[in-house]
C-alpha cells in the first residue's frame, strides 16, 4: 500500500519561502508508486491553508493569509501514515509543530521536541556541545531585555572576543539576520537588525583567517550514519543569505579535498553532536576548518536542512550512494521505527 504523506510547508518563519523551495522539489520527486503526498501549506501569519490556498502559495510563491482555522490542520494529520515537517525555523523547526504531533500521536519526520527545541537555538545547543567537548569558537549570549538594560554589558562581552565578530540570532536559520561587525561603532546597528528577529542573540568570535567551510549529512535514529563530507566554496565575506540563494554565488564540492583524518574527524564529531542533541531522521552539520593549524570547529547543527534537489543534504547523501527519492523513503521509515 502506498504511505499516505502529509507535507507541510511554508510557516511563520524569515525562512518561509525556502521551504516552500523545498516541497516543491519533494513533490516532484516523490515516486507516485510508494506514497501519495497531500501538501499543506502553513501561512506566515500561522494558517493552515486550504488546497486551494496551498496550490496557489505552492505554485506562485508565499501563502496568502486567508484560509483555514491555524488548527485546522492537525485534525487533517491524523488521516496519514507520516506528516514530513518541511519548515525551517521558529515555530516549525523548533519543537513547536514537532510538540503538536508528538500529543496528536502522529509519526513524523525529523528530530522530536527536545532535539528540535535544543539544535534551534545556537546558544543553548552550543552550551550542550561544550559540554561534550566539542570545539567551537568563542561566544556569548545577549538578551534583547539585557541590552535594553545594559547596553555597555554587551559592548564588554563583545570586546571579550575581540573585532571582528558575528551578530546572530539565536533562533534563525538560512544566514537570516546576520552580521559581520568590524568595529564597536558598527554593534549597535547589528544587534538592532538581530533583536528585530529574535530576543536572544548570539555574538561569536571569529578563526584567526578565513575558514573552509565542510558540511556533513547525518541519518539514522539510534545508529545513525554519516555522509561524504562536502565543502562550500564563495567569495563573499561569509556565507550570507545572497550567498547561499543566488545561483553561482557558491559551489559544492563533494567529496571535501581535505586530508583523510580530517573527513574522519568530521564525521566523528558530526555523530557525537547529533547524539548529544538528541537528534533523529536527519541534520546537516556544520564545520569550519582552518586549513593552516588543521583546527576543526563546529558551526551549528540543523535539524531540518534545505531539501531543494540542488541543497547540500540530499547531494551528500547522493554522494554517498542514496538518491533523492530514496533518501526520502528512508527519512519516512526512519519516522515510524520505535525511538
Not at 84 to 95: I, K, R, S, V
Not at 126 to 141: E, M, N, S, T, W
Not at 215 to 224: Q, R, Y
Amino acid at each position: 500500500m502506498k504511505k499516505r504523506i502529509l507535507l507541510l510547508a511554508g510557516g511563520q518563519s524569515g525562512e518561509h519561502e525556502v521551504s516552500l523551495s523545498s516541497a516543491r522539489s519533494v513533490l516532484n520527486a516523490l515516486p507516485e508508486e510508494h506514497f501519495e503526498v497531500t501538501p499543506l501549506v502553513i501561512s506566515k501569519r500561522g494558517r493552515w491553508l486550504p488546497p486551494e490556498g496551498t496550490a496557489l502559495a505552492l505554485g506562485q510563491g508565499a501563502a496568502e493569509d486567508g484560509g483555514e482555522l491555524v488548527l485546522h490542520g492537525v485534525s487533517r494529520a491524523g488521516d496519514y501514515d507520516v506528516v514530513f515537517p518541511l519548515l525551517h525555523g521558529p515555530m516549525g523547526e523548533d519543537g513547536t509543530v514537532q510538540g503538536l504531533l508528538t500529543l496528536a500521536g502522529i509519526p513524523f519526520v525529523g528530530s522530536g521536541v527536545l532535539g528540535s527545541a535544543v539544535s534551534m537555538d545556537k546558544v543553548v545547543a552550543k552550551d550542550v556541545l561544550a559540554a561534550h567537548g566539542i570545539p567551537q569558537v568563542a561566544y556569548r549570549l545577549v538578551t534583547r531585555g539585557a541590552w535594553r538594560a545594559n547596553p555597555e554589558a554587551a559592548m564588554g562581552a563583545a570586546r571579550e572576543l575581540g573585532y571582528p565578530l558575528f551578530v546572530k540570532p539565536a533562533n534563525l536559520g538560512s544566514s537570516v539576520g546576520i552580521s559581520k561587525v568590524r568595529a564597536e561603532e558598527d554593534l549597535t546597528a547589528a544587534l538592532d537588525v538581530a533583536f528585530g528577529l529574535d530576543r536572544r542573540v548570539i555574538l561569536e568570535a571569529m578563526t584567526a583567517e578565513k575558514p573552509r567551510e565542510l558540511e556533513i549529512g547525518i541519518l539514522g535514529n539510534d545508529a545513525p550514519i554519516a555522509s561524504p563530507v562536502g565543502e562550500l566554496r564563495f567569495d563573499a565575506e561569509f556565507y550570507d543569505y545572497h550567498t547561499k540563494y543566488t545561483e553561482g554565488e557558491a559551489t559544492m564540492h563533494i567529496p571535501a579535498d581535505v586530508p583523510a583524518e580530517v573527513a574522519a574527524r568530521v564525521r566523528e564529531l558530526a555523530l557525537t553532536a547529533f547524539r548529544a542533541l538528541d537528534c533523529a531522521g536527519l541534520a546537516r552539520v556544520d564545520f569550519f576548518y582552518v586549513e593552516r593549524t588543521g583546527e576543526l570547529f563546529l558551526n551549528e547543527v540543523n535539524t531540518m536542512p534545505g531539501f531543494t534537489t540542488t541543497s547540500m543534504y540530499p547531494k551528500l547523501w547522493e554522494a554517498g550512494g542514496l538518491g533523492y527519492a530514496d533518501l526520502v523513503t528512508r527519512l519516512v521509515e526512519l519516522a515510524t521505527e520505535d525511538r
